[in-house]
């Protein structure tokens, strides 16, 4: 019995890029088809996509930031002044109602630190530059780098040595011509 024909309409199959991030307003999600990366963000009950084709992408870029070192300064800070106020007070009651917040305090520090170095992770386009804010780690980053990078190749596959230096010759050729002078404004053509 012969296959049925794929249906040309389906829909694409995306597949899930692990973490999601916020901006403060919206949550963002990232999901990859098979020809496009899907951008997801969410504010309360509406959603908006944007597709970046594989072939129009231009960059990935990944740096490193600080944010996860001031979040384990901040969440340190508030433990320590946690633990003073603990030993400053003397009595039970006060190593209890010092005691909680301690123990959020270093909970959050551990996941902070856990999760890894922090990163801002943009995608370039000819036409536009977007933060994605769900790759917010450099594991993550790695790992969606990793997904990313043979649908790229794929996409845009590379130039053959022959051609790239037929391009450079033909920009430097057109770079290098001299073009005639525009008419100087408010002079009479003779």
Same mark, same amino acid.
């Given at each position: 019995?012969?296959?049925?024909?794929?249906?040309?309409?389906?829909?694409?199959?995306?597949?899930?890029?692990?973490?999601?991030?916020?901006?403060?307003?919206?949550?963002?999600? %990232?999901? %990859?088809?098979?020809?496009?990366?899907?951008?997801?963000?969410?504010?309360?009950?509406?959603? $908006?996509?944007? !597709?970046?084709?594989?072939?129009?992408?231009?960059?990935?870029? &990944? !740096?490193?930031?600080?944010?996860?070192?001031?979040?384990?300064?901040?969440?340190?800070?508030? /433990?320590?002044?946690? /633990?003073?106020?603990? %030993?400053?007070?003397?009595?039970?009651?006060?190593? &209890?109602?010092?005691?909680?917040?301690? $123990?959020?305090?270093?909970?959050?520090?551990?996941?902070?630190?856990?999760?890894?170095?922090?990163?801002?992770?943009?995608?370039? $386009?000819?036409?536009?530059?977007? !933060?994605?804010?769900?790759?917010?780690?450099? !594991?993550?980053?790695?790992?969606?780098?990793?997904?990313?990078?043979?649908?790229?190749?794929?996409?845009?596959?590379?130039?053959?040595?022959?051609? /790239?230096?037929?391009?450079?010759?033909?920009?430097?050729?057109?770079?290098?011509?001299?073009?005639?002078?525009?008419?100087?404004?408010?002079?009479?053509?003779?």
């Amino acid at each position: 019995m012969p296959e049925p024909a794929a249906n040309p309409q389906a829909p694409p199959a995306y597949k899930k890029v692990p973490g999601s991030g916020s901006n403060f307003i919206e949550r963002i999600k %990232l999901y %990859l088809a098979p020809d496009h990366l899907l951008y997801v963000s969410g504010a309360g009950f509406s959603e $908006t996509y944007r !597709r970046f084709y594989f072939r129009d992408i231009h960059a990935v870029t &990944v !740096r490193k930031s600080i944010t996860g070192a001031l979040f384990n300064a901040l969440w340190g800070t508030l /433990l320590f002044f946690s /633990l003073i106020g603990a %030993l400053s007070s003397g009595s039970a009651e006060g190593w &209890v109602g010092w005691g909680i917040p301690a $123990t959020l305090f270093i909970c959050l520090l551990l996941v902070n630190v856990l999760r890894g170095p922090t990163c801002v992770s943009e995608i370039h $386009t000819a036409v536009q530059t977007r !933060r994605l804010y769900s790759v917010n780690r450099l !594991r993550r980053a790695e790992r969606f780098l990793a997904l990313l990078r043979p649908l790229l190749l794929d996409a845009q596959s590379p130039i053959p040595p022959e051609e /790239l230096r037929q391009r450079i010759d033909a920009a430097r050729q057109t770079a290098f011509t001299t073009t005639a002078a525009p008419p100087v404004i408010g002079q009479n053509p003779q």
